[in-house]
């Protein structure tokens, strides 16, 4: 019976039903939504590898950032949900555009794994990173806090 194989394939079904009907529900997950994931599975990746050349591999550190990732992800399938239900759904694109942003945040947190291995950029490469993290609000307190608890 496939139940008791494993829990890997259970887990594995049960996502791939929840975002097929997601899917269904806002008409396709788009390209940003799409993009956005592939990113947070390449950061998760460097973010092992990062852990694994030095630093350390952390189960809570990696559970927090899985559970900001998921956050994300729900967030905005909630946001396509929401434009689907009002009709102020502008094809899709304020779910998009939080997607969007939500990816280059991504990109910014691959490319500083990168650093982290001894990955050297072009000086200007750097500026143009740090300019995106300025228009983006992010600094370094945010992504070293973790989950903030009040």
């Not at 996502?15 to 788009?30: D, P, R």
């Not at 729900?74 to 102020?88: D, K, M, N, P, R």
């Not at 759904?89 to 942003?101: F, H, N, Q, R, V």
């Amino acid at each position: 019976m496939w139940l008791t194989t494993n829990n890997s394939t259970l887990y594995k079904a049960i996502i791939g039903a929840v975002s097929g009907f997601i899917s269904f529900v806002v008409g396709g997950l788009g390209v940003a939504m799409t993009v956005l994931l592939g990113l947070m599975i390449i950061d998760i990746a460097t973010g092992l590898l990062v852990g694994a050349a030095g630093v350390g591999l952390s189960s809570s550190v990696g559970i927090k950032g899985l559970i900001r990732k998921v956050y994300i992800i729900l967030l905005i399938s909630a946001v396509y949900l929401v434009q689907t239900l009002s009709g102020f759904d502008l094809a899709g694109y304020t779910g998009d555009g939080l997607a969007g942003m939500f990816s280059v945040m991504e990109a910014i947190s691959i490319i500083e794994n990168g650093d982290k291995l001894g990955i050297k950029w072009p000086k200007i490469f750097y500026s143009f990173v740090a300019a995106l993290k300025k228009q983006i609000g992010e600094d370094e307190e945010d992504k070293k806090g973790g989950i903030q608890s009040e």
